[in-house]
């Protein structure tokens, strides 16, 4: 059995990365989501063990001590991390795997498992993200600033990905993300078992 991609999602807040992955696994077979761990509250309609699983502090960093996670960060004063033992047995069940995680996270991904795929978000312009994040309505004036803040940082780690996906039309923006997965699955890399066992039934 060929192994799946581990496909790394980024972007600042309000990016729109959420959205991107979320219609990647309703249009594309064979790609599941890693739900992180996080420390803050739920919001709106999110749902525990679907969205994300939220725990305590306590609980966070006993599974940190305890080397749980394949990479965590903190995040906008709380913390997130994804689970190793979960994400390795769908990958070598042949399944792509979704992070929807920070740069700080990829960047921990990437060291350990070189082979993942990266993908960076961009939103079309400062004024438009910060429109995106007013228009949620979920955030106090100090957590926008302290959001386009941050998201003033990540931009400019967009260098460090493979792909770099900008989020002016959403459906051009999904379509984008769809064509990476697919893409991937037919590298060289990724098809090299397949391709000895055809050739060998070439013989000599």
Do not use: W
């Amino acid at each position: 059995m060929t192994k799946g991609n581990l496909i790394i999602v980024s972007a600042p807040s309000g990016a729109g990365k959420s959205s991107l992955v979320h219609h990647a696994l309703n249009r594309v077979a064979g790609v599941c989501y890693s739900v992180s761990y996080t420390t803050r509250p739920g919001r709106g309609a999110e749902v525990n063990g679907v969205d994300y699983h939220f725990v305590s502090n306590v609980e966070f960093l006993r599974m940190r001590d305890s080397g749980e996670f394949l990479e965590y960060a903190e995040v906008h004063g709380f913390f997130y991390g994804t689970h190793r033992a979960a994400t390795e047995k769908l990958i070598n069940e042949g399944v792509d795997v979704l992070l929807d995680i920070d740069v700080q996270g990829a960047a921990q991904i990437k060291k350990q498992m070189p082979e993942a795929v990266t993908v960076f978000i961009l939103p079309p312009s400062r004024d438009i993200l910060e429109a995106r994040l007013r228009a949620r309505q979920l955030n106090s004036e100090a957590e926008v600033a302290r959001r386009l803040y941050n998201a003033t940082q990540e931009v400019r780690r967009c260098h460090e990905f493979q792909y770099v996906i900008v989020n002016d039309e959403l459906a051009r923006a999904c379509a984008a993300l769809e064509a990476i997965i697919l893409a991937e699955r037919y590298s060289q890399n990724r098809q090299s078992v397949v391709a000895e066992n055809i050739i060998s039934t070439f013989g000599g």
